[in-house]
């Protein structure tokens, strides 16, 4: 038995899942993405973190992921500030053969009691940022960052530079190259950053 869910942030990432995970890149159609889920971390920091929301005539780029039913409860506690939507495979689209999703595909998007754009007492955690951020690069190079920020909304929110002292508990390190062109491409977005 398995269980298929899209991914659209850090599950992109495929540093941060398991190794037996099989992930397939695709575009999800009639969503879009937001910096909408306010909850506090474990170590007591105010963070922001990725939704969605259903939007006409908009696409988004992330993965179809498969793994083991017995890994649900752990993915569950991992996106304990979502709720899933059950159902939306016929709005995927699997990019190498243009292949919907199965039917019991499905995605997590935030609880009402979590939905809230980010602010300055939950700002988007630069540590974040850089996992989500290098794996759309991982998976579509440049072209994969611009289609993030591009079809994200919420940019209003600051971002928290704890680059060299993560709270994101699943952080991983950039290689210097994608630093520096992460940082120009958020500069050129006009994010404001706060200092950790």
Known sequence: MT???FGYGSLVNVDTIPAAMEVTPGRLSGWVREWRVCGIGEDGQGRCALSVRKKEGSEIWGVMAREAKAGLAQLEHRERRYEKVEAIGTAFACEAKNEP???DLF???ATPEH???GNDTHPILQSYLDCVLAGYYG?????GIDHFLE???GWQAPVLYDRHKPHYPRSIRLEKDLALLVDEKLTNKGVEYMQS
């Open 101 to 103: 999703g199965p039917a």
């Open 107 to 109: 995605l997590f998007k």
């Open 151 to 153: 079809t994200t909304d």
């Open 115 to 117: 939905l809230r754009w």
């Open 139 to 143: 998976i579509w190079g440049e072209e």
């Open 3 to 5: 269980i298929t869910y």
